[in-house]
């Protein structure tokens, strides 16, 4: 969640025209190594003679596992995040446009999601599992970046919004960890708990955006004053050539 609320935040500062560019270098840092991983670990697999379906082999080549988790290949269930990182990188042109164009986009970003969220409930149905706050916090991240954040004052506005999210989300989360410890869920009717998930599913979305905006407070307290070494520099500069 951290890191798609980031990703979204970074791209929220940018104008972008060239979308065809803009995605096929996206496609390029995700797909062949990607691709390269999971071949290795299918014949990996095979040659140790452990039992994996077509079907499970299909939702993983297919980019499909973040949402038939159930069905995908088994122990790799963190490649999740490559579904929901190319559902946030296909709806960035919208957000650009509602972001950059519009006085409503908050309006616009809520309904936009919320329908997304009224969707994804019959969707369970069939086995698919749109968790909509995932590629909510990219929207969100956006949205920041580009309406709530001014470029003059960034450090001061992350920090306010970092002090109003502290409550809330430590509030809600435990909250949510108390729920999740005490198994209150089998005891309540399938609907409702169904409601409870998705619920929580936006509160543990709300943590990711506030320790986004802690730590950058902290870094920007306690190392981005004090000066970053060349060698650090170079690593970061690395290490983000590499990143999706």
Not at 80 to 89: A, E, G, N, Q, V
Not at 117 to 122: D, E, F, G, K
Not at 124 to 147: C, E, Q
Not at 211 to 233: P, Q, R
Request: hydrophobic share 50%; aromatic share 14%.
């Amino acid at each position: 969640i951290v890191f798609l609320f980031l990703s979204g935040y970074s791209f929220g500062k940018e104008y972008k025209q060239d979308w065809c560019s803009w995605h096929k270098k996206r496609l390029l840092r995700i797909l062949p190594e990607y691709y390269i991983f999971v071949l290795a670990y299918i014949v990996l697999v095979l040659l140790l003679n452990y039992q994996i379906s077509l079907k499970q082999v299909c939702v993983n080549l297919f980019l499909l596992q973040g949402l038939f988790t159930d069905v995908a290949l088994p122990n790799i269930g963190h490649l999740w995040f490559i579904t929901y990182i190319l559902i946030c990188y296909a709806i960035t042109p919208l957000l650009q446009k509602v972001c950059k164009n519009s006085s409503r986009a908050a309006i616009v970003l809520v309904i936009f999601l919320g329908a997304f969220q009224v969707v994804s409930i019959p969707l369970r149905a069939v086995g698919i599992r749109l968790v909509v706050a995932r590629f909510g916090a990219y929207v969100m991240g956006y949205y920041v970046s580009s309406k709530l954040v001014c470029k003059d004052r960034e450090s001061e506005d992350i920090h306010r919004h970092c002090v109003r999210l502290t409550i809330p989300a430590i509030l809600l989360n435990g909250c949510r960890l108390i729920y999740e410890l005490s198994g209150m869920e089998s005891h309540m009717p399938s609907i409702i708990g169904m409601g409870m998930s998705l619920i929580w599913q936006w509160v543990h979305c709300l943590l990711g955006i506030w320790l986004f905006c802690f730590l950058w407070c902290v870094f920007n307290k306690y190392i981005a004053t004090k000066g970053i070494s060349e060698t650090v520099k170079r690593l970061i500069t690395r290490l983000s050539e590499y990143s999706f």
